[in-house]
């Protein structure tokens, strides 16, 4: 998968089937988006292409409006090279930007940058400056520009579609299960592995510990959760925030932790994470280095222990209970 911008040379012939929208959190609804361009470009011997934004559209819109996100944009990029997308195109929404007419982006972005064929869109999505025109204006442009448009129903569970806004309410709850039955996977955590005190070790506990990530992320509640490590592989795409998305990786089950500790004093919020057992074959990830976390389910809040025989015993049945987890109930 190759992340473009606007200053990036394209292949003079190129041809794509496009998806346009900010995809946080790459849910059910988006991937149903994704899924089928991807399949369409194959199908025609193009290129597949994800237009997002750089940031989110909703800070510029609306910035009295909190701007934290399920997916900042290295997460995003991850999950979208696992759909198997050819290119990303990161568009730097500004002030200038907003104001483009639908016309103007659908000629100057999918079409001359893209080379543009079909684009596959969600029911009611609308793009250009203040979403003027309507659908019969964006056909009309779409049309000039030779770019068939195909339209995709809203995923819906329970009653109402599936949202960015829904799951993040969800997340933010620790209703991990819920979010992830909408996202059609679990939660995704982009973490750099980050040096320990040792105090699971000497519990009888082992733990690898991570750096919480960056302010700008939906973080569910402090406690424990039922998940999976996936160590990345090597190092070496800036753009996807120093992450090789093209590496196929393994995971392990286990207890992640996520809190400052309150039986102990002193330590900053984190993740740590204990493995249900080891397997020789997965390398241990180097400080510093980038893990992908997969958030399952929340088993507990967070809470301060007396002793750390009295920690010792709750990790011991909360390590039984996600065991059993992962062996019958996991999505």
């Known amino acids: ?26 849910h059910l609804g988006h991937t ?32 009295e409006l909190s701007t934290k996100l399920l997916t900042p944009f290295a997460e995003k990029a991850v999950l979208l090279e696992k759909l198997g997308v050819d290119y990303v195109f990161r568009v730097n929404f500004d002030e200038s930007f907003r104001q483009m ?19 596959v869109m969600g029911e009611g999505h609308l793009v250009g400056r203040d979403r003027e025109g309507g659908k019969k204006n964006l056909h009309f442009a779409a049309g000039k520009y030779h770019i068939k448009v195909l ?28 979010a992830a039955a909408m996202l059609g996977r679990p939660y995704f955590v982009l973490a750099q592995r980050a040096a320990g005190v040792k105090v699971g070790t000497k519990i009888g ?22 998940a999976e490590i996936e160590i990345v592989g090597d190092v070496d795409d ?22 400052d500790c309150p039986t102990y004093e002193g330590r900053d919020t984190h993740f740590e994470f204990h493995a249900l057992s080891y397997d020789k074959s997965i390398r241990e990830p180097e400080v510093g280095e980038p893990v992908y976390l997969w958030l399952h389910k929340y ?8 002793n750390e025989d009295a920690l010792k015993a709750r990790i011991a049945a909360d390590v039984n209970q996600i065991n059993k987890y992962f062996l019958e109930e996991r999505l």
Request: hydrophobic share 35%.
């Open 1 to 26: 998968m190759k992340i473009i911008d606007e200053k990036d040379t394209l292949p003079p012939d190129l041809k794509s089937v496009v998806t346009v929208g900010n995809f946080d959190g790459v």
């Open 32 to 63: 149903r988006l994704i899924a089928r361009a991807v399949g369409l470009a194959r199908s025609r011997g193009h290129s597949s292409a994800v237009v997002t934004f750089e940031p989110h559209t909703r800070s510029i819109l609306f910035p």
């Open 101 to 119: 007419s639908q016309e103007e982006f659908v000629g100057k972005v999918l079409s001359r940058r893209l080379g543009a064929r079909e684009w």
């Open 151 to 178: 339209t995709e129903p809203l995923e819906v569970a329970g009653e109402a579609p599936v949202s960015s806004t829904r799951i993040r309410g969800l997340v933010s709850e620790g209703r991990i299960t819920d």
């Open 205 to 226: 506990f082992p733990t690898l510990n991570f750096k919480c990530p960056e302010s700008g992320k939906v973080i569910p509640p402090s406690g424990v959760y039922a």
């Open 238 to 259: 800036a753009d996807c925030g120093g992450v090789n998305t093209n590496t196929q990786n393994r995971k392990l089950s286990g207890a992640m932790y996520f809190g």
């Open 299 to 306: 088993i507990r809040p967070d809470v301060a222990f007396q």
